[in-house]
């Protein structure tokens, strides 16, 4: 049997050096000491104050940076990808330092690339720490980054995230701190995709060359960030917290969870404190029906759905506030399962299973339903196929469910005649009843029967009965409009001239 080849280990080697945030008395020793004996020295940017410096110790010095590629780059991941190899095509055969400002493993996209790249190849790699641009600029704006929960943000990452991205990278109710933005078109792409979030008025501050001699501090609107050449190659920017009640605030997902558990909270809400789970149940129902009413106006009114999604999404927010009032869940919970399930049940998509189409898609989801439900065993626990319908389902709806499943299972009146033969049995029975609850019970079992025909048909009969309804909700409204430029008044006519609305409304509207 042959054996596997193995590569050579590499003959070179990497070293990754922080120069710390700029002046060379806050470069480490051991830092220090490696920039001053390396033999073959790369920096990612000249732009550092620490390079006049070691210049002076090193005269005989080769200057060696990616600046040029930075100046030409249309796009940030290929620039990576492009330094990185440049970078392990030299240190794959001799020892090779590559120089980066501040820490090695914060806020250097391009250190993360070629670690990962250099482990994959085999190359001895060794990172020097060094103190980082986040300590000077906390140590100037007074900033505690884990206690105010600091997020902190690669310009050159933030300018490449699409529009729709932004939202959920970032939380505008906690401080922002951007590094690399090296030059005004930089600040300019961080604007853009801020101004997503936070409003043109809210006031950040860029801060260049902290901690050093040379320090500038600039309060200014976000709308005016880029406004002239201020930014440089030492140039981050400090973005405050939203207030989470903020208007500003709105448009993230904690806005809304810092909303709901405020009016769930003591001094919050009366009515809000005093829903359960229960009490709630009428409003999921009602929601939903309106969502599904915006759906069909959407070409008319867009803005409607977003609307009533986000009275459904309230109440989602709501259960979850009081299930983890109750030590329940919490809303990470929601999203993990919803998450969870989605990728578990999608493996053509996130595994490596093919479909041909999404009947098998379909045929695959309830196959693994039934892999989830599965006992110790492997053995499906016995489950009606009618168990899991909602309860709260609207009625058409879970007939038409219920119908559908028995019919799966092979129970079904075999011909149309049937249901037709059926209909008529179920109408005389209804007209034969004498009892108030004969009546229900027979009405019920016609509608019952109405739904089966419509399914007979391949009609879905709540799309059917709901075209019934805007037909009629139409003309009633124009006999009440017709009416009304008359004078009339609609609740004191007779039943002809009512009927003789009714015609006129019918050929009006259809």
């Known amino acids: 049997m042959p054996r596997t080849k193995k590569l050579p280990p590499a003959s070179g080697s990497l070293t990754i050096v922080g120069l710390g945030p700029g002046a060379w008395e806050d470069v480490t020793v051991a830092a220090q000491q490696t920039l001053e004996a390396a033999p073959r020295l790369i920096f990612r940017t ?20 990616f600046d040029e590629m930075y100046e030409q780059a249309d796009g940030w991941q290929g620039l990576y990808v492009e330094m990185a190899e440049r970078l392990l095509a030299v240190a794959a055969t001799e020892p090779l330092t590559y120089a980066v400002p501040g820490h090695p493993l914060i806020g250097e996209a391009s250190v993360r690339l070629v670690g990962a790249l250099a482990q994959e190849r085999g190359i001895p790699t060794r990172i020097i720490a060094g103190l980082s ?3 000077p600029i906390c140590a100037r704006l007074n900033l505690d980054p884990i206690a105010d929960g600091l997020q902190i943000v690669d310009a050159t990452e933030l300018a490449d995230l699409q529009p729709q991205q932004i939202a959920g990278a ?18 300019s792409a961080a604007k853009l995709a801020l101004l997503e979030v936070f409003p043109p008025t809210w006031e950040v501050t860029l801060v260049q060359a ?15 960030a880029d406004r002239d050449d201020f930014a440089d190659h030492l140039t981050s920017l400090y973005v405050p917290a939203l207030p989470p009640a903020s208007l500003q605030a709105l448009r993230t997902p904690e806005a ?9 909270a003591p001094d ?13 149940t009428p409003y999921v129902l009602e929601e939903a029906a309106e969502v599904a009413d915006a759906i069909e106006e959407f070409a008319e009114d867009p803005m409607h759905l977003a609307e009533e999604l986000g009275d459904l999404l309230l109440q989602v927010y709501l259960h979850t506030e ?16 919803i998450t969870a399930k989605l990728i578990r049940r999608h493996p053509h998509v996130f595994g490596d299973v093919a479909v041909t189409g999404a009947d098998q898609v379909v045929a695959n989801w309830e196959a693994i339903k039934r892999t ?14 009618l168990k899991r319908i909602p309860r709260h389902t609207a009625a058409l709806a879970a007939t038409h469910d219920t119908q559908r499943r028995a019919v799966k299972a092979g129970f079904d009146w075999p011909t149309l005649d049937d249901w037709v033969a059926k209909l008529h049995e179920e109408t005389r029975e209804l007209v034969e009843a004498t009892t108030p609850e004969a009546q229900a019970d027979e009405l019920g079992d016609l509608l019952f029967t109405v739904v089966a025909l419509a399914r007979r048909l391949d009609i879905d009969a709540e799309m059917a009965l709901r075209a019934a309804n805007g037909k009629f909700r139409r003309r009633f409204q124009q006999m009440e409009m017709l009416a009304h430029t008359r004078g009339l008044a609609f609740e004191e006519l007779d039943r002809d001239t009512h009927l003789r609305l009714w015609g006129e409304a019918k050929a009006a509207v259809g």
């Open 46 to 65: 000249l732009r550092h104050p620490t390079v006049e410096a070691l210049r002076t110790r090193r005269p005989d010095l080769t200057l060696a940076s």
């Open 133 to 135: 641009f986040i300590e």
């Open 170 to 187: 970032l939380t505008t109710t906690r401080p922002l701190l951007i590094s690399q933005v090296f030059n005004r078109r930089m600040a």
């Open 210 to 224: 902290a901690g050093l001699p040379e320090e500038r501090v600039r309060a200014v609107p976000l709308g005016e």
């Open 256 to 264: 809304l969870r810092y909303v709901v558990a405020r009016l769930r």
């Open 268 to 280: 919050g809400c009366p009515w809000d404190r005093q829903q359960t789970h229960a009490s709630l």
């Open 322 to 337: 009081i299930a983890q009032e109750e030590d329940a869940f919490t809303i990470g919970d929601v999203f993990e399962a």
């Open 372 to 385: 989830e439900r599965a006992d110790a065993d492997g053995q499906p626990p016995f489950e009606s196929r």
